[in-house]
T-cell receptor, first 116, second 110 residues
């Protein structure tokens, strides 16, 4: 158990719908990262927050947005869903963002999104 | 951004045998990390390498960073069924954003 929690574990929805994925980082971690894992694209970085502020963006679609709240939990919002959005969405957290030992990322169990 | 190519994509190993997975880049890397993802699980951090020529060991796992910092390898000796999973290398930027290789999926035959 990494200490990072994600809800829901599974989500099945229809094309065109909107969903919200939730992540609670490990206690004391200020930085949250979102990744998408699909068969064709592999593990892709989406977006990063540090202490409530957006710090870095990857190949995140305009239909996707995220935020980090004052209690440091984060939500990833996916709208106008398409079949190709079906994937595993992981949240990871670290104490600080960077490359030092305090920046090791711990991944949550993921949310499996299926768009029908 | 920095891209890493990981080979092989799949690796079938007989229990007890050794195997190696490789991570290569066309550019010099500032660091490289290795993760393991068990089937149905999430990526778990194994190690980070920073220095040129660095070698680190974790029990039966040996991690190496090339002298030119353009490649890395993970060698597992005496493979066990618990080694099943996908091994990813990843590079980070100064903000910690991870860019993953495609992974090596390891299947162990008893």
């Amino acid at each position: 158990d990494s200490g990072v929690t994600q809800t829901p574990k599974h989500l099945i929805t229809a094309t065109g719908q909107r969903v919200t994925l939730r992540c609670s980082p490990r206690s004391g971690d200020l930085s949250v990262y979102w990744y998408q894992q699909s068969l064709d694209q592999g593990l892709q970085f989406l977006i990063q927050y540090y202490n409530g502020e957006e710090r870095a963006k990857g190949n995140i679609l305009e239909r996707f947005s995220a935020q980090q709240f004052p209690d440091l939990h984060s939500e990833l919002n996916l709208s106008s869903l398409e079949l190709g959005d079906s994937a595993l969405y992981f949240c990871a957290s670290s104490v600080t963002p960077g490359t030092g030992s305090a920046d090791t990322q711990y991944f949550g169990p993921g949310t499996r999104l299926t768009v029908l | 951004g920095q891209q890493v190519m990981q080979i092989p994509q799949y690796q079938h190993v007989q229990e007890g045998e050794d195997f190696t997975t490789y991570c290569n880049s066309s550019t010099t890397l500032s660091n490289i990390q290795w993760y393991k993802q068990r089937p149905g699980g999430h990526p778990v951090f194994l190690i980070q390498l920073v220095k040129s020529g660095e070698v680190k060991k974790q029990k039966r796992l040996t991690f190496q960073f090339g002298e030119a910092k353009k490649n890395s390898s993970l060698h597992i000796t005496a493979t066990q069924t618990t080694d099943v999973g996908t091994y990813f290398c990843a590079v980070t930027d100064s903000w910690g954003k991870l860019q993953f290789g495609a992974g090596t999926q390891v299947v162990v035959t008893p």
